[in-house]
């Protein structure tokens, strides 16, 4: 059975920075692409962030573009999310995903996965 374990959020005062993991277990992680999305309440989901299954080329979302790095580790099956220069507008559960992927690819749409974690949430102050 595949599960996605996110952690690192928290609250942070804006300027602040946070790092979040995602474990992936039950699967071949190496060969999954990885994208991060967010929810804030009353919005729909938004994607901040994808990487390749090698790691060589990364996505982001405008929001967030410039701020926050997606990186992964297929020696540890994690796939991190660095948050730097937060904004209350970045307050939000943040959700790590993952599909299979046969090829170079990142996925932005969230209907383009197939498994997800249970979500980390992330405060920030003013």
């Known amino acids: 059975q595949v599960q996605l374990v996110e952690s690192g959020g928290g609250l942070v005062q804006a300027g602040g920075s946070l790092t979040l993991s995602c474990v992936v277990s039950?699967?071949?992680?190496?060969?999954?692409?990885m994208g991060w999305f967010r929810q804030a309440p009353g919005k729909e989901r938004e994607f901040v962030a994808a990487?390749?299954?090698?790691?060589?080329?990364?996505y982001y979302g405008d929001s967030v573009k410039g701020r926050f790095t997606i990186v992964r580790d297929n020696a540890k099956n994690t796939v991190y999310l660095q948050l730097d220069s937060l904004k209350p507008e970045d307050t939000a559960v943040y959700f790590c995903?993952?599909?299979?992927?046969?090829?170079?690819?990142?996925?932005?749409?969230?209907?383009?996965?197939?498994?997800w974690g249970q979500g980390t949430q992330v405060t920030v102050s003013s």
């Open positions: 990487i390749t299954w090698r790691g060589d080329r990364t």
């Open positions: 039950g699967g071949t992680f190496s060969t999954w692409a």
């Open positions: 995903a993952a599909r299979p992927s046969t090829g170079g690819y990142y996925y932005w749409g969230a209907y383009e996965y197939e498994f």
